[in-house]
C-alpha cells in the first residue's frame, strides 16, 4: 500500500507564496493519478486539484484556479502543491490523496479518494 506524507506548512502572510509536498512511499506511485483537498475549522473537507499519473493534466477548483499549480515528480515519489496570492480564506488542513480506479479523470469528491496522509496546516495572515 502507498503512504502519503504532507510537508511544507506554515504562517504566511496575505499575498505570499507557500510550497507544499507530499511524499509517497511504495514502488507504485507512478500508478495513480491524485488530489489536494483542504479542510478549515468548521467547514468540510474540499476539493482543491488533481493531476493525471504522469502529470499531464491537471484540473483545479474554481477559487484557487491561477492561484495554485499542481505538480509531481514521479521519480522522487513526490507531489507538489505550489500556493501564490495566499489570502486568508485559504488557511486550512491541506491533504493529499490517491485516486480511487475507476473514479472518474476529473473526480472531486472525497469519496474518489484514499490513501490519505495526516496533513499539514497552512494558516495565512493579514
Known amino acids: 500500500q502507498v503512504q502519503l506524507v504532507e510537508s511544507g506548512g506554515g504562517l504566511v502572510q496575505a499575498g505570499g507564496s507557500l510550497r507544499l509536498s507530499c511524499a509517497a512511499s511504495g514502488r507504485t506511485f507512478s500508478s495513480y493519478a491524485m488530489g489536494w483537498f483542504r479542510q478549515a475549522p468548521g467547514k468540510e473537507r474540499e476539493f482543491v486539484g488533481g493531476?493525471?499519473?504522469?502529470?499531464?493534466?491537471?484540473y483545479y477548483a474554481d477559487s484557487v484556479k491561477g492561484r495554485f499549480t499542481i505538480s509531481r515528480d514521479n521519480a522522487k515519489n513526490t507531489a507538489y502543491l505550489q500556493m501564490n496570492s495566499l489570502k486568508s480564506g485559504d488557511t486550512a488542513v491541506y491533504y493529499c490523496a490517491l485516486r480511487r480506479p475507476g473514479a472518474g479523470v476529473t473526480a472531486t469528491k472525497t469519496q474518489d479518494f484514499g490513501s490519505w496522509g495526516q496533513g499539514t496546516q497552512v494558516t495565512v495572515s493579514s
Open positions: 493531476i493525471s499519473s504522469s502529470g499531464g493534466s491537471t
